[in-house]
């Protein structure tokens, strides 16, 4: 969906490195929710952020929501190889009644 | 077993073929969803479902059409299939006010030639 705008399309990144995927959207954000996917695999479930200046964490991943900016970004640190698939978010604009999805964010971590 | 299975897996379909897509979870949970994968475009959501006697259209139903047969089932058919249909298609669930987020399935790769 365009109202709900991923960046960057696609990254590659050496083993090691810090990175840093935003989700942006054009509507007011109830919740927001970060997927990993692994190639042809399906979607698992990362983390949910809700309340502006909210972060969280899963392992070297922490997401972040700004809602000033109504827009979340995902950072991972010290890439490894198992990093490596796409990242979808996904926005909540109804309070609970369903989710819009980003385009996606492709990463691939060079070992 | 897992929370949500999708058959089949994999399919390749001829143009004009009817197909259907089966999802069915274990989760209890009341809503379920439709969506399809096509490469840059993110997830688009087709139908879903709050409950049995609940179905909805989604961003693109064109072409598809569904069936609720019980909580836990909620098929996907293409009528006629055609080669624009060819994309990984996922069923997930969640619970009222997704606290959760959705539980999805393994996705079905459906291929129209």
């Known amino acids: 969906s365009q109202e709900l705008e991923q960046s960057p399309q696609s990254l590659i990144v050496q083993e090691g490195k810090n990175l840093t995927i935003n989700c942006t959207s054009s509507k007011t954000l109830y919740g927001l929710y970060w997927y990993k996917q692994k190639y042809g695999e399906g979607l698992i479930f990362l983390m949910m952020?809700?309340?502006?200046?909210e972060e969280k964490s899963h392992e070297k991943i922490t997401a972040k929501l700004d809602e000033k900016k109504q827009q979340s970004s995902l950072h991972i640190t010290a890439s490894q190889p198992s990093h490596a698939g796409i990242y979808l978010c996904?926005?909540?604009?109804?309070?609970?009644?369903?989710?819009?999805f980003g385009g996606g964010t492709r990463l691939m971590v060079k070992p | 077993d897992a929370d949500v299975t999708q058959t089949p897996r994999n399919r390749i379909t001829k143009t004009g073929k009817r197909i259907m897509l089966e999802c069915s979870q274990t989760?209890?949970?009341?809503?379920m969803y439709w969506y399809r994968q096509d490469p840059g475009l993110g997830l688009r959501l087709i139908y879903y479902s709050f409950d049995v006697k609940d179905i909805n259209k989604g961003e693109i139903s064109d072409g598809y059409s569904v069936s609720r047969q019980a909580q836990a089932k909620f098929s996907l058919s293409l009528e006629s299939a055609i080669p624009n249909q060819t994309a990984l298609y996922f069923c997930?669930?969640?619970?009222?006010?997704?606290?959760?987020?959705?539980?999805f399935g393994s996705g079905t790769r459906l291929t129209i030639v």
């Open positions: 989760k209890g949970h009341d809503r």
């Open positions: 997930a669930t969640s619970d009222f006010g997704i606290n959760y987020g959705y539980t």
């Open positions: 952020l809700q309340k502006g200046g």
């Open positions: 996904g926005a909540d604009w109804n309070a609970g009644n369903m989710l819009t």
